[in-house]
């Protein structure tokens, strides 16, 4: 096995597994905050700049990021639609912005309600901002749409460069509703090279076996929800996010480092089962990692 020796996660349990609940209050969304950063995590995306009617558990994103406050050693991300959500995030004053487009231009349309073209425009506009800080373009339904189906690897990878060439910081390839499998990721690794992040999903039970397989590919960046939570409200078929927890046992299993400690994962992952109301569908998260002990 050729595995890297490290990687990056970043948690978006905050967001992406937040987005599709029903409204927490804003102490409650920074209590599970404090809960991920507690267990290790230096990267997390904690909240989104969009409008209330289209996302009501993400009011409030700018009073979020007030109460969890700057954090030595710690990028903390917002997702941002467009360049007026961009500048309040940048006012609010967030380390990394997330971006989304999709290579589904009906998905696209249903996301942000912009052709894809629009989208790359309104992306190359946030990055030329005064004092913006690095962009993440999140390229949804990398590996397969709802509506299209199968998108070329080939498509894939010229819209990651028209991404750079309209100054993205980095890419991030996601698996909207869980049609990836290790050979399209393959496919599109192939093309796109590995220099890139990974969001995966669960919607078929294949999130993990993902996960290993850009991982023997040489991906080093992996976003990862807390409990499993997330989904897009606007993909038909969309479900969670693969487990931070989840990942961290199998990384911890293979002797890649994270950084982050799984029992204290678990945790949080509780946490967030009780304030969401619902069980959270981590497997780890009811279980533990196989390394634990049991009477």
Not at 29 to 58: Q, Y
Not at 72 to 80: E, I, Q, W
């Amino acid at each position: 096995m050729r595995l890297p020796d490290s990687v990056q996660l970043r948690d978006v349990g905050a967001r992406d597994g937040l987005q599709s609940e029903s409204p927490l209050p804003i102490e409650q969304r920074v209590e599970l905050i404090e809960a991920i950063l507690a267990a290790g995590v230096t990267h997390i995306e904690l909240a989104a700049f969009v409008s209330p009617s289209a996302v009501p558990s993400m009011a409030g994103a700018a009073e979020v990021v007030a109460a969890v406050g700057r954090r030595p050693g710690v990028v903390r991300a917002a997702l941002v639609p467009n360049l007026r959500g961009a500048l309040m995030a940048i006012e609010s004053g967030v380390e990394e912005l997330t971006v989304t487009i999709s290579a589904s231009a009906a998905y696209n349309e249903r996301n942000v309600r912009m052709t894809i073209a629009e989208s790359v425009a309104q992306i190359e506009s946030i990055c030329a901002a005064a004092g913006v800080p690095p962009v993440d373009a999140i390229v949804s339904c990398a590996f397969g749409a709802p509506y299209e189906g199968d998108i070329e690897p080939a498509e894939i990878a010229a819209l990651c460069e028209r991404l750079r060439s309209a100054g993205a910081s980095a890419l991030t390839l996601a698996d909207t509703t869980g049609m990836a499998t290790p050979r399209r990721i393959d496919d599109v690794l192939a093309l796109t090279g590995t220099d890139v992040g990974m969001h995966l999903h669960e919607t078929r039970n294949t999130g993990m076996v993902n996960v290993y397989a850009a991982l023997q590919a040489g991906v080093r960046r992996f976003d990862c929800s807390v409990g499993g939570l997330g989904g897009s409200p606007f993909a038909d078929g969309a479900a969670g996010n693969v487990a931070t927890e989840g990942v961290v046992a199998l990384l911890d299993d293979l002797g890649v480092h994270s950084g982050l400690d799984v029992e204290l994962l678990i945790r949080a992952a509780l946490l967030a089962e009780s304030l969401v109301g619902h069980p959270v569908p981590s497997r780890v998260a009811h279980a533990g990692p196989r390394s634990r002990r049991t009477l």
